[in-house]
Structure formats: C-alpha cells, structure tokens
C-alpha cells in the first residue's frame, strides 16, 4: 500500500492541478468564445486539454531527471528512427481489419447493414481522410504518450507490470468523462467498462514490444474506422431497441465487444505471465 501511495500520489497533485488551471482557463477563454470549452469531446477544446495535461505531465517529470530523460526515451525520441514507421503501420493495418472484419460479421448476423451514399470519391474527400487519418495518428500518439509512455511508467516504478497497466487503464477510462468520470464506473459502466479493456489491451502491447509506436498504431487503425465512417457513413445499425442486449451501435458499449477483449487480454496475460508479474527493482 506504501508503494501504491507512494506512486499515485504525484499523480493525484497534478489531476488537482490540472483541475484548477481548467477552473481558471475556461471562463477566461469564454470571454473570447462563448462556446469554448476544455472538456470537448474534439475541436480545439480536447486540444487545448490535452497540451494542458502534457504540460503537467513535463512538469511532473522534471522533479526526477532520470524519468524526464525516460520519458524523451520512449515517447518521442523512437521519431528518429524510420524504422517505427513500418510497425506503426503493420499494426495500423492489423487493427484497422479486425475492426472492420467485425463490423462485417455484424452485417452479415444482420445487427448491421450497407446503404447507399451520395459521397462522391473526389479530392475534397480524400483530403478529409486524409486529414482525419492525421488527426487519429496525433490522437494515438498524445494518448500513448499520457497513458502508457507516462502514467503506467510513473506505477511501474513501484508495482509490478500487470497491476501498472490495471491502474493506468482505470486512469484511462476515468479520463474519458472529465465532466463526469466517475459516471464511468457507474451510470455509463458498459462504456467504462470498453475503455477499460481497451486501455488494459494497449497496456499489454505497449509492455509486450517495449514500443510506443506499436500501441499507437493499434489505437490509430482501431479508432480510423470510425473516423472513415464519419465521412462515408454506408454502414447503420438497427435501433437500439432492435438490438440485443449484448450489442450497442457504440462498440466500446458492446457486451460482445466486451468477451472479446476480455479475451484477448486473459490470452496475452497468460502468454507473457513472466514478464508482466516479474517484480520491480
């Protein structure tokens, strides 16, 4: 229990932090912009959020020289290297098909179906893919950088890999509702419970490959589809009351979603049990 204080609570200071400068910054950005806010879901708010954390973090890293340097180490300095490229997009491209093999198999099962779209395959719309493939890889990147380039190597100090990578992916869901995260566990506990499993399953690969890169391209190729669907949108659900109780049109919401993380990650735990319980120093 000491060492589990002994490691949350940097982390606590600065999400107090954090807290206080957003209970600053917002009104003074409404006095520009009336709509502005920190805790958006996307757009400059979660932007702005998000350089806010990062800055945090920095700031949180600076107290020891060693996890500052770490950090350069795993979250940035791998750019250097050309040779992230083709990881990144290997498990990209892996990812990326499996969402896409599932949401097929739901078509087929008949929870899902492919309608016609007036979207014409012109230069506007292939630049939107484009600047929505951008978009996801710097998502995946900040989101990696915070939740495992950091936080899991903030626990990991003092706890074994395993129960790291359990308190970064609850860190990671409850991060996913700052307006309400305890909601998560709670009111909306089918899509904290998503986020949990996903968060675990990056845990995992990120300690797995010792790669930041390869966690972001799972991420990236996970959450593309979705962007893709945005601006091509020829796939719809049935309602939700037409869906059984272990679908959701929200895949993070999904019960089925849900069995397949779970077993992904119980496969994975087993396969590298060695290295995810060893012991810290």
Request: hydrophobic share 60%.
């Amino acid at each position: 229990m000491q060492k589990f204080w002994k490691v949350i609570g940097p982390i606590l200071l600065s999400a107090l932090s954090i807290f206080i400068s957003a209970l600053i910054l917002q009104p003074m950005a409404c006095w520009l912009d009336p709509t502005f806010s920190l805790l958006a879901n996307r757009g400059i708010g979660k932007i702005g959020i998000t350089v806010l954390v990062i800055w945090h973090i920095l700031l949180l890293l600076f107290s020891t020289k060693s996890m500052l340097a770490d950090f350069f180490q795993t979250n940035v300095n791998f750019f250097k290297n050309k040779k992230w490229i083709f990881s990144f997009l290997k498990m990209f491209a892996i990812f990326a098909f499996l969402h896409a093999a599932f949401l097929a198999v739901l078509v087929i099962a008949g929870y899902a179906s492919i309608v016609e779209v007036s979207v014409k395959f012109n230069f506007s719309l292939i630049s939107k893919i484009f600047v929505g493939f951008v978009a996801t890889f710097f998502l995946a990147w900040t989101e990696e950088m915070i939740f495992r380039g950091t936080v899991y190597k903030i626990f990991v100090q003092e706890l074994n890999p395993l129960i790291s990578a359990l308190c970064a992916s609850l860190i990671f869901t409850l991060a996913h509702n700052l307006t309400n995260p305890i909601a998560l566990v709670t009111y909306d506990w089918k899509l904290g419970a998503g986020l949990f499993l996903l968060g675990l399953l990056l845990n995992l690969i990120f300690i797995i490959t010792g790669k930041l890169y390869a966690g972001m391209g799972a991420h990236a190729g996970l959450v593309f589809v979705k962007v893709f669907l945005r601006r091509v949108p020829f796939l719809i659900f049935l309602s939700s009351a037409e869906l059984p109780f272990f679908m959701d049109k929200d895949l993070r919401q999904s019960v089925l979603v849900h069995l397949v993380f779970v077993i992904v990650n119980l496969i994975l735990i087993y396969k590298f049990k060695d290295k995810l319980l060893k012991k810290t120093a």
